[in-house]
């Protein structure tokens, strides 16, 4: 299965690993704060028998859509390398699937732009942001291109190509958020594409005081800066075709 995983901490998290002054002024921590403190040690021991690492994001409500949108390329970019180191060795052709995973992608990204237009949005309004999109995959399928004379392997490109990806993906103003925005969008075309379908879902998680799903992704999806719940995340994900485990981390 196509798996793209993202942790979720409850309570904000520092990143710093500073002491944050909680207990500052208000003597020794509560009952409740001291259970919330190992239960979260806890979780994140168990993770760590999961995962071998974890990249930070900042919390600023966006921080889901950017996760998925970085787990996946990264993932992209780290297939394309092993299969072209595959290739060098063997080439009965067995890593087929692994590149048609990217090239079902890129042509679902590609042809992003005329779908969610179905759904209300201004195919010149959100162009810009659809091409940023779209030039992001194509630095993924040409990162591994030589240039004449270029004797590195691929071991050191593929490293190369990761820290560009890494620079591309915290661009502010500019690749980062423009595709950060354009996952909502599809997100909320996805919800607008089977209203009947998703409603029941938000009302389920208390957004009953929303009219219908247009309403809701105005106001919840669409903006940046707003956290994405779970019907969200199932969305992007069905847009998207691929998994997605979140691990919560809450104590």
Not at 35 to 41: K, S, V, Y
């Amino acid at each position: 299965a196509r798996q793209y995983a993202s942790g979720r901490g409850g309570g904000g998290g520092n990143e710093s690993g500073d002491d944050d002054g909680r207990d500052g002024g208000r003597g020794e921590e509560s009952d409740a704060e001291r259970r919330q403190r190992e239960g979260f040690l806890g979780a994140a021991t168990f993770l760590s028998t999961k995962y071998e690492s974890l990249r930070r994001v900042r919390g600023d409500g966006n921080c889901y859509y950017r996760a998925f949108l970085y787990s996946l390329c990264e993932r992209l970019l780290r297939r394309r390398g092993a299969l072209l180191l595959a290739r060098d060795d063997d080439d009965d052709g067995e890593n087929d699937d692994e590149d048609g995973e990217f090239e079902r992608l890129k042509e679902l990204v590609a042809g992003s732009l005329k779908w969610v237009c179905r759904f209300g949005y201004d195919e010149y309004t959100i162009d810009m942001f659809h091409e940023e999109l779209v030039e992001l995959f194509d630095f993924i399928e040409g990162a591994f291109e030589k240039k004449s004379g270029d004797g590195d392997d691929n071991s050191n490109s593929l490293e190369d190509a990761l820290k560009q990806l890494h620079s591309r993906l915290n661009e502010e103003n500019a690749c980062s958020d423009y595709c950060t925005w354009f996952m909502r969008v599809l997100t909320a075309a996805q919800m607008k594409s089977d209203p009947d379908r998703y409603l029941p879902f938000l009302i389920a998680e208390g957004n009953d005081h929303y009219a219908d799903v247009s309403a809701f992704c105005a106001r919840e999806v669409e903006p940046m800066g707003r956290e994405c719940g779970m019907v969200q995340v199932s969305a992007l994900a069905e847009r998207m075709g691929v998994r997605v485990v979140i691990e919560y981390v809450d104590g």
